[in-house]
């Protein structure tokens, strides 16, 4: 099981960027999927997260009417699409997967039972 992340860069403030993930060893709409970031010297953030078969979602305040989470079924892939980026969404973005049967979107965020993270990917607004 892997999660491979992309699409990470530096942009400037009020741009946009799409993250991707790609998750091989297993069918990613069967679980929980989300992602979480991380700046320097701050605590990790859960920012979105997806229910399996495209069901309930989650958002951080933070993020809410900015980013939107999908998923691609057919390419086994998660995507975060972020706009009108800030200074503040600065920071190493992880994939993340649960591979419980049974999960919500809110849950994710506060616990994961099986967990498997990607190696991030570094996103910077300047």
């Known amino acids: 099981v892997q999660l491979v992340e992309s699409g990470g860069g530096s942009v400037q403030a009020g741009g946009s960027l799409t993250l991707s993930c790609v998750a091989s060893g297993y069918t990613s709409s069967s679980y929980c999927m989300g992602w979480f970031r991380q700046a320097p010297g701050k605590e990790r953030e859960g920012v979105a997260s997806l229910e399996a078969g495209g069901g309930g979602e989650y958002y951080a305040d933070s993020v809410k009417g900015r980013f939107t989470i999908s998923r691609d079924n057919a390419r086994n892939t998660l995507y975060l699409h972020m706009n009108t980026l800030t200074p503040e969404d600065s920071a190493m973005y992880y994939c993340?997967?649960?591979?419980?049967?049974?999960?919500?979107?809110?849950?994710?965020?506060?616990?994961?039972?099986?967990?498997?993270w990607g190696q991030g990917t570094q996103v910077t607004v300047s």
């Open positions: 993340v997967a649960d591979l419980v049967a049974y999960c919500s979107a809110t849950g994710f965020i506060e616990h994961r039972y099986r967990e498997v």
